[in-house]
Each structure stands twice: as C-alpha cells, then as structure tokens.
C-alpha cells in the first residue's frame, strides 16, 4: 500500500489577525542551556552548531555555511526575559558573525505582529549592527553602536507584517565588524495564522510516485479531507505543486482540471487535482515534493508534503 505523508493538523485560524499562534521556535534562546554535552560552559556562554540550536538555522555572514551560534547565561546585565539571550557575533573562526532564521508557516494574505529585543555588548569600541529581513527585505537595521559603558539596555521593537506565501523567512544578522563581540538578541516573536498542514497523496494509487519530467502530461495529485480539513472550501486555482499549478480547460470559461472524490476510503471528500508537469520545479536528489493551496476567501493556507521518485532527472532542472 502506498505511503501517505502524516502531518499534525492544527486549528483553523484566520488570515487577518494581528495576534494568534505563535509561529517562532525558541524565541527567548533557552535551548540548548549553556552547560550542555552540545554546548559546555566557558563562564556564563557556549557557543555550538546549528545543528544543536531548535527552531533556528545559523550561518556564517561572510559565506552562508553553517554557523555557530553564543549563548548566554545571566552575563554582562543578563537576558530580557528567561534564563539565556544569544550574541550574533560568535566564536569559531575570525570573523565569526551570524545570522539566524526560521521559515515560518504563514498565510498569504495574512498580518503578523513581530516583536524582538536587543542591546549591543557592553564595552566595545568597534560598531555593532543589527539587521532583521522579513520574507527578504530589510525591515530594520540597529546601529552602529560604540560604547565604553559596561551595562546596556535592552531595547523593544515591534511591527506589523504582512506574508504573501505558506513560507516567510524571519531572520536576523549581525553586520558590524566581525570581532566576536557583537550584537545581543533575545525575546523574539511572531504571531498571526499558521498555514494548516494537510495530508496529500500524489498520485494516487501509485508507489512509488515516479514522475518523468520529460513528460507534457499532467501529475495528479490529492489533498486528503479530515474533521478539520473541508476540501470543498480550497480555491482550485491556487493549488501548487512544486511551482506546477492546475491544468486549466476552456477557451473563455477556464475551469480548473480538479474534482472531488473520496480517495482513501476514510469517508472524507477529497480533492483531486491535474498539474503541469513541465512546470514542475525539482533539485537534484529531491525525494519530497510539497503542495500549497488557500480556501476561495483567502483566509487559510494549507501545506503538506509526500514522496516523489524522478526519473528522467535532467529535464526537471
């Protein structure tokens, strides 16, 4: 029997509220605690890979490679909130600044409202800098700072933000002189609607779900209806597949090439719908594909990823 990607369903919420479910992972830094295997105490701080830090990715800012990130710990005037903050320019390597993001499930269409804190490091002559990008563009940048006082104050920011898509990169990074003493950061949060994760099932029937890229066909595709996903309320004519959208039919009257069907037998309508498959976007070694979509009035988002098997490869880049 073919596998079915199994995601978490979450609540419905609405597109439009500035307040609703949090959307950032370990906003105020607590994990991991300074004093971890991954992260041992050198006086209050730790510094450890990206790969130990929950809910953000950290890269350096002079290359993009995976990064470090500093923790601390109740040091140099102590966190805005909680336990522990972070510091943006680290340790590892000589120029050791950062930047830090999460990809946010978000609804397009929707408002959030981003809060964060900072402060630069007490006594350091050389300038810090701050700069926080939502989906992209600048929204902030702090600084340059230089101060020989030994205490400085945490700083509150606040914005009202709009998504355009299911994924918006919050991400923040140091742009001083990279010196390993740099700006601190801590507190951050975004709430608004969280795109609803969704069982989908491509084509279905099939397993593997091999697709040829080659092909000027069409890549069925099914989003699996539940108690809390009613598919009679998503937009066709939204639905994304890997950048392929739905086939269209009709010179004046296009109509979208979906229709509803119960599909896996758990007695929920489905929906099934025909993509592009030229118009489908892989990269080499891919083995997922994931599917957009958003209900007629715009007010919920919905995610969901399964398997993919390609063949024909060079057609696909």
Known sequence: M??????MIFTLCLATPVLGDELVVNGG??????GDVVCPDQGGWCFTASSNVPGWTVEWVSDGQPGDLEFWRGILGGPQSGDQNVELDTHGRSDARVRIYEDLPTCPGGTYALSYYFRPRPSVLNAQKLEVRWAGNVIATEGPFNSTASTTTWTPRSASLSASTTSTRLEF????????LGMLLDSVSVQGCRALPVQIDIKPGSDPNSINCSSKGVIPVAILGSDTVDVTLIDPFSVNLNGAGVKVVGSKDLKPLCHQEYVNGDGYLDLVCQVYTVDFIVEPGDDTATLT???Y???QAFI???SINIVQDGSCY
């Open 304 to 306: 969901g990823s399964d």
């Open 29 to 34: 830094f607590e994990t991991p605690v300074v």
């Open 297 to 299: 009035d715009g007010t």
């Open 2 to 7: 073919k596998k079915v990607a199994m995601v």
């Open 293 to 295: 979509a958003t209900t």
């Open 173 to 180: 990074a140091d742009t001083g002189v990279g010196d390993s």
